[in-house]
């Protein structure tokens, strides 16, 4: 490779390269040491991080987060595959990019103004228990606002269509001859679709179902809005330590150990996803 062709590679990926330093490493690299300075002792230490693991209080806002995120993937999962493959397969080619654009509706709503819109659905004399006291499925409004169901139903309204998204991607990508190679073998619909359709829609899930992991369980408003502040998550545990107790170094300390929760994850599918590939 001759000497220009490396200082033209350099020049492309310096901005990039520049941007995710300053903007991502340094303000990490800060906060990790921030985090090994306790607020009530002077030098080093990982004593907010013994902290953590030593109070349950901090453990369960953890596995809230992880429950809640990971029942809001499932949810997702399950509703959107089957709207990406009416989008794909069964809306005609002219309408399918209209339909697209009405699907991707909920991203041009300000995430607090969503959040509170299904405060208002869900409230006891929200359109919901409204409806289920009319049909007669309800004797008396039902407690739904401010719970975690409500959380999971304002979080599974914005990533089903972010899931609906990838996978409708991978499913344009699929050629129909797998399925009918498929039928010629003498598979029917179902055993098509579950050897060969899913395993080929894999990634596309998986890259729906990490982003919905990554965006779900660092969320603050949402949880905090429908929520009701009933049950403490993460983010708010964070946010508690900022705002009420000014103790930066422990809200640093939950924030880096978040970030390993999803590190975590993005190893536990990038190794799924090549498994699958190979």
């Given at each position: 490779m001759s000497l220009s062709a490396v200082r033209a590679g350099w020049a492309s990926i310096t901005p990039a390269l520049a941007w995710t330093l300053l903007f991502f490493v340094a303000p990490f690299l800060v906060m990790a040491v921030i985090s090994l300075h306790p607020q009530e002792a002077g030098g080093f230490s990982a004593a907010n991080y013994t902290q953590f693991f030593a109070n349950p209080s901090y453990w369960r806002a953890l596995t809230n987060s992880l429950e809640v995120t990971l029942l809001v993937t499932a949810v997702s999962i399950v509703l959107a595959y089957p709207f990406a493959w009416i989008l794909a397969t069964l809306v005609p080619e002219r309408w399918q990019r209209l339909?697209?654009?009405?699907?991707?509706?909920?991203?041009?709503?300000?995430?607090?103004?969503?959040?509170?819109?299904?405060?208002?659905?869900?409230?006891e004399k929200g359109i919901v228990n409204d409806t289920l006291i009319?049909?007669?499925?309800?004797?008396?409004p039902a407690q739904i606002a401010n719970t975690r169901l409500a959380t999971i139903i304002g979080f599974s309204h914005f990533f089903v269509m972010l899931l609906t998204l990838t996978i409708y991607a991978n499913l344009k990508q699929l050629s129909p001859n797998y399925r009918k190679a498929a039928a010629d073998?003498?598979?029917?619909?179902?055993?098509?679709?579950?050897?060969?359709?899913?395993?080929?829609?894999?990634?596309?899930?998986?890259?729906?179902?990490?982003?919905?992991?990554?965006?779900?369980?660092?969320?603050?408003?949402?949880?905090?809005?429908?929520?009701?502040?009933?049950?403490?998550?993460?983010?708010?545990?964070?946010m508690m330590q900022i705002g009420r107790r000014g103790d930066f170094p422990l809200a640093s300390a939950l924030s880096i150990i978040l970030m390993v929760v999803v590190s975590i994850a993005y190893v536990a599918c990038a190794r799924w996803l090549k498994i699958e590939r190979a």
């Open positions: 339909a697209l654009m009405l699907a991707v509706l909920p991203f041009w709503t300000s995430y607090v103004v969503r959040s509170y819109s299904w405060l208002l659905v869900l409230a009319r049909l007669g499925l309800l004797a008396e073998l003498g598979a029917g619909p179902v055993r098509a679709f579950l050897h060969v359709v899913l395993p080929l829609t894999l990634p596309g899930i998986m890259v729906g179902a990490f982003l919905t992991f990554v965006l779900a369980i660092g969320d603050y408003i949402t949880p905090q809005i429908l929520g009701g502040n009933n049950e403490l998550l993460m983010p708010q545990l964070i």
